[in-house]
């Protein structure tokens, strides 16, 4: 199908924040957040985003929709995977500048997973959910052949799947894993629900349930653990939608309620061991749920970036306090570096932030 490059506007969409406060080394200064406007040349939702570095990254999101772009988002590359304009991609892993996989989600066979190794002239069609009540919500990868995929619950049991080729997909057995809760399964806000870590770790954030959880491999999926986490509520629309984890310890996990995206609620949640415990943290300046959060990598010092339908926030304590970056409505978050991280969502959104 034919594709569509464009070239980003050159106006900056401001956003300088600088902190008062006493004067830092320069190694723990705090960011001076910047955020550019970039145009996609798609109209879709772009629901998630994956940046290689500073200058490949991929997004994915509604109608079978993806964009790419290898020089930091100065011009887009669009398209559509033949076949899928039906389906909606909520997650993508990039690999390299012709590399990457794309996840959809929905009941049954609309879960797929596409991957691509020539810049998305071609797509091989890799899994396609067999199971009628399975609903697939994201994926991420420890290397470029080594991933993971969740599912919402199929009769009582979590789906999970993992690859060690790149190429097919086998599923976990069940009794590797722990029970679900009475429709447990998770959300297919910003391909975030499920992260990685080192070289055989992993964490996925549950919701949709009477509490909350939080499941951990350390063995690339074979078993699974479950830790209760605090953002659930007791209704299908509260819970983990995001979680990510700087280091093997310090972890964020991220959601609310979504379905009171006017109110202010108990939306961020940390972790100092694992993932293993949970205590509440600061609620976002944005009310309602948060869909994607990340961490800055490499930043000075920790930073957060919280993305939801009613803004964007960052915080540099962990969680405890937030700053707003901006007020439209974000889906996808993704970050190479303090110099370049991608914030996706309606319409085709796509904006560059830079927090050094």
Known sequence: MPRNTTTATSGLVLLAVVLAGAACEPLSREPNPVLTQQESGTSARLQAVSAVNDRVVWASGAEGSYART????????????????????????????????????????????????DA??????????????????????????????FSDAVAGHFFIITTKDGETWERVPPEMVPL????????????????????????????????????????????????????????????????????????????????????????????????????????????????????????????LVAVGPAGADYSVDEGKTWVPLDSLDYWGIGFAGPRAGWITGPDGRTVKGSMS
């Open 70 to 117: 290898t020089d930091g988002g100065a011009t887009w590359t669009t398209g559509v995977v033949p076949g899928a304009d039906s389906l909606q991609f909520r997650d993508v892993h990039a690999v390299d500048r012709n590399t990457a996989y794309l996840m959809s989600a929905g009941p049954g066979e609309l879960s797929r997973i596409y991957k691509t190794t």
């Open 120 to 149: 998305g002239e071609t797509w091989t069609l890799q899994f396609t959910n067999e199971e009628p009540s399975g609903f697939f919500d994201c994926f991420d990868f420890w290397n470029p052949v080594s991933g993971v995929a």
């Open 180 to 303: 679900a809760q009475p429709g447990e399964g998770s959300f297919a806000a910003s391909g975030t629900c499920v992260t990685v870590g080192g070289d055989s770790t992993a964490w996925i954030g549950t919701g949709a349930a009477h509490y909350a959880r939080v499941l951990k491999t350390t063995n690339r999926g074979r078993t699974w653990s479950a830790f209760a986490g605090p953002l659930g509520k007791g209704t299908p629309t509260s819970g983990i939608a995001s979680i990510a984890f700087r280091d093997s310890l310090n972890g964020v996990a991220a959601g609310g309620e979504i379905g009171a995206p006017e109110e202010h609620n108990d939306n961020v949640a940390v972790s100092m061991d694992g993932g293993e415990t949970w205590k509440v943290a600061g609620r976002t300046t944005f009310p309602g749920a948060v869909y994607g959060i990340a961490w800055v990598t490499g930043a000075p010092i920790p930073t």
